[in-house]
């Protein structure tokens, strides 16, 4: 068995880490229902572990969703997760190869050089030596761009994440010593033995023209182990515990765990998961139109992490989604806000308004939606559509504008909301419909993910296209170009893309827009954000509608009653929801 003292500070560092590390995990996992330990047996035992590892592989190690953001990016932290992967991976084969597969200390293939001297008669070692300082110069550009990324976040197209903590700094210092320090050991080491790479060879041969080699080998190795340990202690205590955390996240989340409306021990996971990239900075309207910089999703999930919590930070979001689809991690923000929000909330309720009325039977529900109430273009055209599709409906919501409960969801009021579920389920239970359409997205996801109904939710973008697809309603063409804007709920938070471009193809010329689908913005009317003044939502609504008329349409098209009242409010071209141009290209 090999053994140097120097070895001490890093199997110190890897026996307290991997004992927090236990203690963290098992904690988390102790705390999950039976339920979702039952999702993760199911899970281990299915092709779910398959999906998982290539996941793990492509967005952990090689961070393919960072690189499509931007390559320098996602180089640098390719550049620093697989290749120590690599590294440790690589090691290992070598030190058992080398040794004929004979018991090897964990921390031999680590220093692997220092007890190997002589590489004269070892299989392969020029293969090896070139491979693994090939590995280690990748390594070593990845701590050269996160160095330079500290001060120059603008190179790598995103603003500076996060202040560091004390704890941070430790990892983060130490992060960008240990290659640097493996490579000089490995060099002088190589200097006096002749037993280095390309790299660490050609360093060492240099170095020894003007340095005492021989001297400085035992504190170089001393100073490598060292900061492994550093390290390793800081990392559970800093952002670096993502790199860990991150794996176990992508395992569970393919088993089907996820964060709802609770903020669980998976949440927890989520949390811990953020490396803090900063990319959901980048991409949020408050930052680029308002330059509010301390409330996005980093800063949101780093102040749950720190015990931080501050309402005005939960509550200043518009929960529009577009940092989520972004992020390389796939934390559910939204969700994970909704939930602290529900923590934090403290609204009283008076539900003494829902009195019942009178339930009509139907085959279909028509829900317009407080928001439709007040855009009431397009109830009527909506109402035109089904009278003349000759639809048996009812219209639930046509005198008493009970909410969905969305509203008082997204603000954390879940047991308000469960109150308004309750009345109005009921009430479409009763009316015996087999099919509820509803004009405003919030209320489509609403009834669509959390009431659990047993008849089919539709919005009325896809009712709307299913009734011209099977004739029941005919169009003719009109004379115009639309614009075609992705509302929030509807695009990115319910994925319905598509069926409001065909609609709008069988009326008109639809002109595509800047920052459509995905990347649409927001009409900044969000009922989500509690926080951000008037003149504020305005800036981002002229932001959003700056894209949307790019190409000189002559109407901006929306299917959300929220959206067009923001848009109409400034827009100097016309502004219409999809119902009213289809009520418009009915065959009379
Ligand atoms: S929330 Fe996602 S996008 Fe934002 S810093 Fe964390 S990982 Fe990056
Ligand atoms: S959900 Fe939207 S508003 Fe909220 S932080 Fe993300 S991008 Fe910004
Ligand atoms: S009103 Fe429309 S665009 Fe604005 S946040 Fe809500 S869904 Fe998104």
């Known amino acids: 068995m090999n053994f140097d003292p120097f070895v001490i500070p890093f199997c110190a560092g890897a026996v307290v880490l991997f004992a927090i590390l236990l203690y963290k995990y098992t904690g988390w996992i102790n705390k999950f229902s039976i339920e979702e330990k039952k999702k993760i047996l199911k899970g281990i035992f299915s092709r779910k572990i398959i999906i998982a590892t290539k996941e793990v592989l492509m967005e952990s190690l090689l961070h393919r969703k960072i690189f499509r953001v931007n390559p320098l990016l996602g180089y640098m932290h390719s550049s620093l997760a697989f290749g120590w992967f690599l590294l440790i991976s690589v090691g290992i084969i070598e030190a058992k190869i080398h040794s004929n597969w004979a018991f090897n200390m964990p921390y031999e293939p680590i220093f692997y050089k220092f007890f190997n001297h002589s590489m004269v008669g070892k299989e392969h070692s020029a293969f090896f030596n070139f491979i693994m300082d090939f590995i280690l110069l990748v390594i070593l550009s990845g701590v050269a761009l996160a160095f330079v990324k500290r001060f120059y976040s603008k190179l790598f197209g995103v603003k500076k994440s996060t202040k560091l903590k004390p704890f941070d700094k430790f990892a983060l210092i130490s992060l960008w010593c240990i290659f640097p320090l493996r490579f000089l050991a490995e060099s002088f080491t190589s200097g006096v033995y002749h037993n280095g790479g390309f790299l660490t060879g050609s360093a060492g041969h240099f170095f020894n023209l003007f340095l005492p080699v ?10 490598y182990s060292t900061a492994l340990c550093i390290f390793f202690i800081s990392l559970p205590f800093s952002r670096y515990m993502h790199i860990l955390t991150e794996v176990i996240l992508i395992y569970f989340r393919n088993f089907g765990l996820k964060t709802e409306k ?19 900075i980048d991409k949020c309207q408050l930052a680029s139109v308002n330059e509010i910089n301390n409330v996005q999703s980093v800063y949101f999930l780093k102040s749950i992490r720190e015990n931080e919590i501050e309402n005005n930070v939960a509550a200043n979001c518009l929960l529009c989604g577009r940092c989520q689809e972004y992020c390389p991690v796939g934390i559910s923000t939204n969700n994970i806000r909704i939930a602290k929000r529900n923590e934090i909330s403290s609204i009283e309720n008076s539900f003494e308004y829902l009195n019942g009325h009178e339930i009509k039977n139907c085959d279909v529900i028509y829900f317009a939606g407080c928001m439709t109430h007040l855009t009431p273009a397009i109830k009527k055209s909506m109402t035109a559509i089904l009278d003349r599709a000759k639809i048996n409906y009812w219209f639930m919501d046509v005198a008493e504008t009970t909410c969905c409960g969305r509203p008082l969801m997204l603000a954390g009021n879940i047991d308000g909301a469960k109150k308004l579920m309750e009345y109005n389920k009921k009430q479409i239970k009763e009316s015996k419909a087999k099919l509820l359409v509803t004009s405003c997205p919030i209320c489509y996801k609403m009834f669509k993910e959390d009431y659990s109904l047993d008849i089919e939710v539709l919005h009325h973008t896809q009712y709307l296209l299913q009734l011209v697809n099977h004739r029941i309603l005919k169009l003719h063409k009109i004379d115009r170009q639309l614009a075609y804007h992705d509302p929030c709920e509807l695009g990115r938070g319910s994925g319905i893309y598509s069926e409001p471009r065909a609609l709008l193809n069988k009326i008109s010329t639809l002109k595509e827009s800047a920052d459509n689908k995905e990347d649409s913005l927001c009409c900044g009317g969000s009922i989500g954000n509690t926080q951000i003044k008037f003149q504020q939502r305005d800036a981002i609504m002229l932001e959003t509608l700056k894209g949307l008329t790019i190409n000189n349409p002559d109407t901006v098209i929306t299917s959300c009653p929220l959206c067009k009242k923001s848009f109409s409010r400034k827009s100097i071209i016309r502004v219409a929801d999809i119902s009213e141009v289809v009520a418009e290209a009915m065959d009379s």
Not at 215 to 220: H, Q, T
Request: hydrophobic share 40%; with cysteine; glycine share 4%.
């Open 214 to 223: 021989s001297v400085l080998i035992y504190p170089a190795w001393w100073a």
């Open 262 to 280: 609770e903020f669980t021990s998976f949440s927890e996971i989520e949390v811990n998961s953020c490396p803090r990239c900063g990319i959901c």
